[in-house]
């Protein structure tokens, strides 16, 4: 049971590249989310997702895309990447709501040169 | 907007003494409560959840909170060097599917 894993561990993009950061959950969790993380600060919900095929804006959005096509995947993807998007990107997943514990992979580092 | 306030820190504690990390939230309709606890370059692990008023209590940790004074607390007794750590607080509404967290407060136990 791997619980919640993402990928990359670590990228350097250049301006204007594209990338897709993997996450991917085994324990069946419905609720899968997105986070950043800046240097210093807290957790910034970017999208998540209630289920296969549902997904929502979180506060943060822009410049990011989402997909759920499995309950297990849930893919985030940067277009056009720019030095504000660099940060340390969290995938999380619960089994319901806020109500149930979220649980987070080790987290992915992006670099925006 | 709603926002969840911690002082950044950093806090020093000596071992074996109290830590008290504070949190203030501004949305009067906020119900529910998480305290997060992240390593250094880690992911965040969630120690407690509070719904209710009062105190809720697991081990050295003990969780607060007052909905009148709109104010979240958590308790570490018998502070450890493993402590050390920064504490993300977060709320959310009931059935809601979104939490917002504060900044986090950075933990320093002292041997």
């Given at each position: 049971?791997?619980?919640?894993?993402?990928?990359?561990?670590?990228?350097?993009?250049?301006?204007?590249?594209?990338?897709?950061?993997?996450?991917?959950?085994?324990?069946?969790h419905?609720?899968?989310?997105?986070?950043?993380q800046?240097?210093?600060?807290?957790?910034?919900?970017?999208?998540?997702?209630?289920?296969a095929g549902?997904t929502?804006?979180?506060?943060?959005p822009?410049?990011?895309?989402?997909?759920?096509?499995?309950?297990?995947?849930?893919?985030?993807?940067l277009?056009?990447a720019?030095?504000?998007?660099?940060?340390?990107?969290?995938?999380?997943s619960?089994?319901?709501?806020?109500?149930?514990?979220?649980?987070?992979?080790?987290?992915?580092?992006?670099?925006?040169? | 907007?709603?926002?969840?306030?911690?002082?950044?820190?950093?806090?020093?504690?000596?071992?074996?003494?109290?830590?008290?990390?504070?949190?203030t939230?501004?949305?009067?309709?906020?119900?529910?409560?998480?305290?997060?606890?992240?390593?250094?370059?880690?992911?965040?692990?969630?120690?407690?959840?509070?719904?209710?008023?009062?105190?809720?209590?697991?081990?050295?940790?003990?969780?607060?909170?007052?909905?009148?004074?709109?104010?979240?607390?958590?308790?570490?007794?018998?502070?450890?060097?493993?402590?050390?750590?920064?504490?993300?607080?977060?709320?959310?509404?009931?059935?809601?599917?979104?939490?917002?967290?504060?900044?986090?407060?950075?933990?320093?136990?002292?041997?």
């Amino acid at each position: 049971n791997a619980g919640v894993t993402q990928t990359p561990k670590f990228r350097i993009l250049k301006i204007g590249q594209s990338m897709t950061l993997q996450c991917t959950q085994d324990m069946n969790h419905n609720y899968m989310y997105w986070y950043r993380q800046d240097p210093g600060m807290g957790l910034k919900l970017i999208y998540y997702s209630v289920g296969a095929g549902i997904t929502d804006k979180g506060e943060v959005p822009n410049g990011y895309n989402v997909s759920r096509s499995t309950t297990e995947d849930f893919p985030l993807r940067l277009e056009l990447a720019a030095p504000s998007q660099t940060s340390v990107y969290f995938c999380a997943s619960s089994a319901g709501g806020t109500q149930e514990t979220q649980y987070f992979g080790p987290g992915t580092r992006l670099l925006v040169l | 907007q709603k926002e969840v306030e911690q002082n950044s820190g950093p806090l020093s504690v000596p071992e074996g003494a109290i830590a008290s990390l504070n949190c203030t939230y501004s949305d009067r309709g906020s119900q529910s409560f998480f305290w997060y606890r992240q390593y250094s370059g880690k992911s965040p692990e969630l120690i407690m959840f509070i719904y209710s008023n009062g105190d809720k209590e697991d081990g050295r940790f003990t969780a607060q909170l007052n909905k009148a004074s709109q104010y979240v607390s958590l308790l570490i007794r018998d502070s450890q060097p493993s402590d050390s750590a920064t504490y993300l607080c977060a709320g959310a509404y009931f059935g809601n599917e979104k939490l917002t967290f504060g900044t986090g407060t950075r933990l320093t136990i002292i041997p």
